[in-house]
């Protein structure tokens, strides 16, 4: 109810917008026309870094060459259409973006950052030396024609776009590719999702809309150079207008930009000295005192009527969920069973599988295999190599030799992404959950990113019968970084049965569990197998868990193995006995 | 939240947007057209200075100075309108900073057409700015004489309300410093151009370059910069190289400060090296070491002129020097021209003053202003030489404080 | 092209590049130590070399002496712009930290150019001194430029002695590579951050003395030297000094050099060109590793 | 008591990571805490060295409560942390890395004898004083950290997980180091996953389950009771 209204809202404000042009009043349209363009640059902005984390400090410079490709086909003799010259903009800052995107993506984090922001100076320096091409410091003229009521239209609609498109990537599969992305992208990789490719996308579709936006602008202003649409002082702008507001939040990019452009446009009227100095002034106490932008400070959330402003995108999707039915609560899972030959060849084969870092083997030619059906306890101290056997099967690791097969398969040249594909699931020892998103979304994410690639609808409601599994329904809608390490334990199984496997890799999932919940979890592990045909290698410390669970154990020390055998066998080895338990070297003796 | 929260809530929310466009429909429904004709009220002139940002270095204290010349003119009796009788009408500026953004500027220019309704529009200034904002000035049927707007091919888009900058243009910058080189002996038998990395200089150097290959004086060279060069080590090897007669700096004075010191610490040797825009910005940069070059200044106190009293006055008053801010006089040049337009035309009408500018001729302490038809002016600089730490005109010889020393004692 | 016209440029590209590393100590150390990026870093040179500039035109003081009021002035600065300002930002979330450095350093930024264009004029400006040169063959170097590269030299081998001797230098490095065990050490992390602050602002106004000196400065040239301050600590590895100093030398031999040998209009590209590549060839940012 | 843990509860960030740990070290002592993974071990340590604040209970140090706000404060009362993984200055020296041990006004004086000390504890660092320590095998690593520890001069030595990732061979050289410094009068909490040895090298230990002390004795009786191993380790 209350979504719909400010929704209905919007729609009348901008149908007002629109006849802006036409009421014969063309500083309020320029204005406005100007705060549109920067609105579309912020939330295109925004998609890049405020939904998938990267931080792209150089986004002007689609808008740049989105204003140049336009300007140079514009004035050139054998295109001279505006359309075509839209169109050829378009192109040009997609290549332009793909390009870029493939060796910048190689960065992360402040790296990342940087990299892009000197893409501005580069960019000014070569149009001004391209002079053939781009008129160099002359810049480019363009016909005057008196476009600005069909350019302010242009720009509305683009804004608008812009938003739309922000709620459908919200919506979208993609979109918490981008949270996944965000949160740890290893993980969202394991998971099933090819990274290269969905961070292309983001930062193409980004790039288009900032480049036509330039394309509009330049169209408008019917004059460009260098320093107007590459320049550091105009670049960052859009960028600090969205941190204001709220990176990240649907209507941040938004409030931020009418906030600072209102304020600045103000300044410029009102006062005839340091309006900079001010204008900064509100930038730098806006950081310091309401570091996550504006609408995520206590203080606005607090205020009942800019609540729907405010809100994160986690709180749309909930709703969206409220009003299932808890079909869930039934304790089956949809997963199909997966039929067990009882002579059938083993699902997964390690051949001498050694790792290397640096000097230091962590695997030193490890072979054993695992049969259909199989549940293998894993044990060993720590440091013994279990965690990276477990990361050599799931393509985080190369190996440095050696050769894993899985179900006949040779992994060697897979990408990890395509490993959730095979059907290996796996958890991680120190519980990796996408922090920001809910508990029902992280299982979510699983099921869209898995091999099935369900809609997010979908995905929520799958993902509820998962949580019940793993005995975490109760806690669907809460920040899963909110989570006890034991639930996030939890998560992890539920995130991992939910890629749908056939060989799932449980890494001390059961430590710290009371020995009642460790019970339950061993029949858990037992049911996954027996219900629903998954096997299952176990890493953990508490033997009588494993000795309840296995199959057979498995045993690693200093990056080999040293027994490989039924649980009662093994555990009653005297080297495993001591391995396991006392000190290595008088176990040797 | 209850249900009567949320009620209240968006109540609020509904009267706050309700609020917000009846705001918008009350602006949007102001009148757009200036009252023009009247006598009583002022002539206002509306304008942007870049005052903060990328440009401001290259701005003197423009508001203030903006502000004495209004003062100035309504002390002499205002604009002298013959359709008001012998009664001069005052003038008043309109003054915003355009941050050295064009969209900013647009904007502005847009707001004192329509918001704050001015009569004419004057300025601004730089290829920027003076390129989007013409446009706003043809929407809206207001003349505006622009500043420090030199690229010539803005001016080739069919403007019918747009004049430029009425300072000395690219075609007739250096005409006088060449005919000085043809009069001077020894003759120069080569020169190298260093030229900055700004469509006004390559245009001057592009201009240059032919016509002294085209007086008998060989070009040895044509060397770029950009602006953010420091180290010009490099460009000054190929110099001496070269070995030219002339060294011909075709650079705003800023860029260029490093380039000269660095000239002089390398002993550049040459008959004469010139530096396109030789201001006082530059000698405080680079001092002593501007002993003895040659350069050209769009006009000095010193020249005299129509006007000249007026200018000095102002510039006095706003302490800044014609010297140390070179662009000062063509963002005069663009209020007094105006000014004499309005006074030729008659009256504060738009049309009339359009008409005015097309045909007229004004004067300006620098020299008669005439647009060509694509309202670009028709000026030349004058040649000056440092000689004792001062600024003497050394051509052309009717206006010449001193006589050119040549070959330049200072380069041997 | 003769040996003396490469080494002429080589000598220039020394003094240049040896000013860019001087400003990229200083980021380095606080990058290292602090973990932020400070945007404002190269405003603080323009800054304090306009203020140079014009104490120097209206009182005649000797640079040294200039140099004796300002560096300490911009160290208390410097340091009480972190603990008012940046400290408080470290308890908040990783996300609100980086974002709200982001919005606090550019809107120092902003006041910084803007305040000091107001007070000081937006004019350029440089201080003015005439000096006699020395010719060695074909090869021209100033007393200042020589006093410079002295100085260059000096202040480097002084953060350098201070880095591997003082008990603060070891603390710095013991933060920039293990913040928690540094603390276990007992070295308390916000009296390093603030000195380290302090000493990374007082670093780039030692160098905006000496840039002042040969080249011109005004309010709004500050960011483009923080972005090629940053290329030379990515490429010469962050918290290590020597590595600056090199490539921060390279970098300005290579402008001149390509200004010799292609044009003087795409020197300024070096920069980023070289910053691009070396991401790009080594994404997690270059390790000078001993053989 | 040298040192007094009473119902001690620490939060990381929104979540409780100890709820209720108990137990006391006697001047000169050895004491081990064991449990499993996650058990709270390290986050114990972690709070008497005043890495974490304290939520809940009371540390009590030489009859006077501890409430350090940050680790230099519990290092000026002689607290002094061998973390878990190490933690060298990887660029710096072993020399360096050492120095910076003793950054601590007290320690800062006897900068020389420190060094000897360490040297003659483990003399194979004798020789690669000018080496980065990240060029160093683990075991030399680990006899850095605990070198680096000594340097501060401690009263009291936290040891986290100070086997990992060490060579056997190495273990059994650390070992004996252990023993001559706690010899020398330094009191020790050691915390080890390998329970065996912890016990053979610890006087007394505390069992922490899942943010609790849920036994305590002395190792020799912990030893030998076998339901000790079945209930709170889950060995058979």
Known sequence: MKRVSLMTLAAIAVAALALLPLSGAPYWTTFVFSVLIAYVLAQSWDWVAGEMGYINLGHYVFYGIGAYAFSIALTSAAIGSVTVSMVIAVVVVGIAAVLLGLPLFRLRGDYFAFATLALLPLAEVLTNNMSWLTGGADGIVLPVDHVLTVAFWLALALAVLSFITTLAINRARFGFALRGIRNDEEVAEVMGLPLLPTKIKALLLSSLFAGLAGAIQAWQMSYIDAVTVFGLNVALVPIAMALLGGSGLRWGPFVGVVLLAGIQQWLLVNITMLQATVYGAIILLIGRYMPGGMLRAGLLQNIAWLAPLTREHGAFVADRTAGQAAGGAAVAMPLDRIAIEPDAPPLLVCKDVVKAFGGNRALAGVSFSVGPGEILGLVGQNGSGKTTLFNCISRVHALTAGEIRLGGRDLAGLRRDEMAGLGVGRTYQIPRPFGDLTVAENVALSVMLGPRREAPERALAEARSFLAYADLDHRRDVRADTLSLQEKKLLEFARALAVRPRLLLVDEIASGLTPVEVRRFVERIRAVRDDYGITVIWVEHIASALNAAADRIVVLEQGQLIADGPPAAVFSDRRVLASYLGNTAEAMQ | MTGTTTKRGQQWRAARVAVALAAVAWLASTPADAKLGSCTDPVVFGTTISETGLFSTLTGNWRKMTEIFADEINKAGGIKLSSCGDKGVPVKFVVYDDQSVPATAVQLYERMASVDQVDFFVGPDWSSIGGPVPPVAERHGIPIVMGNVATPSLYQRGYKWVWGTPAPAVPRWSERYFDMLAHVDPKPKTIMFLTHDNPVMKAITAVWSKKAAAQGIKVVGEEMFSADLKDFTALIAKVRAAKPDIVYISSFDNPSVPLVQQLRQFKVRAMDVHHAMLTGALKKQVGKDLEGMTGELTWFPSVKGPYADLYERVMDRTGITMFDSIWTLARLNSYLVMIQAIEKAGAVDREKVQKALYKGTFKSPAGDIVFDEHGFPDTGAFTIQMQNDKVEVVWPPDVATAKPIWPSPTWQ | ?291 | MMLEVSHLAVDHGKLRALWDVSFSVGEGQRVGLVGANGAGKSTTLGAIAGLYPIAGGAIVYDGAPLDSRSPPDALSRGIVLVPEGRRLFGEMTVRENLRMGAYGARARAALNEGYDRVFTLFPVLRDKQAQPARELSGGQQQMVAIGRALMARPRLLLLDEPFIGVAPILVDDIMTALAAIADGGVTMILVDQNIRRALRFVERASVIHNGRTVLAGDSAALLADENFATTFMGLD
């Not at chain 3, 201080?127 to 430029?145: H, W």
């Not at chain 3, 590549?277 to 940012?285: N, Y």
């Open chain 3, 1 to 291: 092209m003769s040996v003396d016209v490469v080494l002429q440029v080589v000598v220039g590209g020394v003094l240049l590049g040896g000013l860019y590393a001087l400003v990229a100590f200083g980021l380095s150390l606080i990058y290292g130590v602090v973990r932020i990026l400070n945007f404002a870093h190269g405003t603080i040179l323009a800054v304090v070399g306009v203020m140079a500039s014009v104490m120097f035109a209206s009182w005649q003081l000797s640079p040294v002496l200039i140099a004796l009021i300002l560096v300490p002035g911009v160290f208390v600065i410097g340091a009480l712009f972190y603990r008012g300002l940046l400290r408080p930002l470290e308890r908040r979330s990783p996300l609100e930290a980086t974002i709200g450095t982001v919005l606090v350093t550019v809107g120092a930024l902003l006041i910084l150019s803007d305040v000091t264009a107001v007070l000081a004029g937006p004019m350029q400006r440089n201080i003015l001194l005439r000096a006699p040169v020395i010719e060695v063959g074909d090869i021209i170097i100033s007393i200042t430029q020589l006093a410079i590269l002295a100085a260059i030299v000096v202040l480097t081998l002084a953060i350098h002695v201070i880095l591997k001797t003082t008990w603060f230098g070891l603390a710095v490095r013991a933060v920039t590579q293990e913040p928690v065990a540094a603390e276990l050490c007992g070295a308390r992390s916000l009296g390093i951050k603030t000195l380290t602050f302090g000493v990374g602002s007082a670093t780039v106004a030692m160098a905006a003395v000496l840039y002042v000196l040969t080249f011109p400065v005004d309010p709004y040239m500050g960011f483009g030297l923080t972005v090629k301050a940053f290329t030379i600590i990515v490429v010469g590895g962050i918290g290590n000094l020597p590595g600056a100093l090199i490539v921060g030398v390279l970098l300005g031999v290579a402008e001149g050099l390509v200004g010799l040998f292609w044009g003087p209009e795409w020197s300024p590209a070096i920069s980023v060109v070289l910053l691009l590549l070396i991401l790009v060839a080594f994404p997690a940012g270059f390790r000078w590793r001993r053989a």
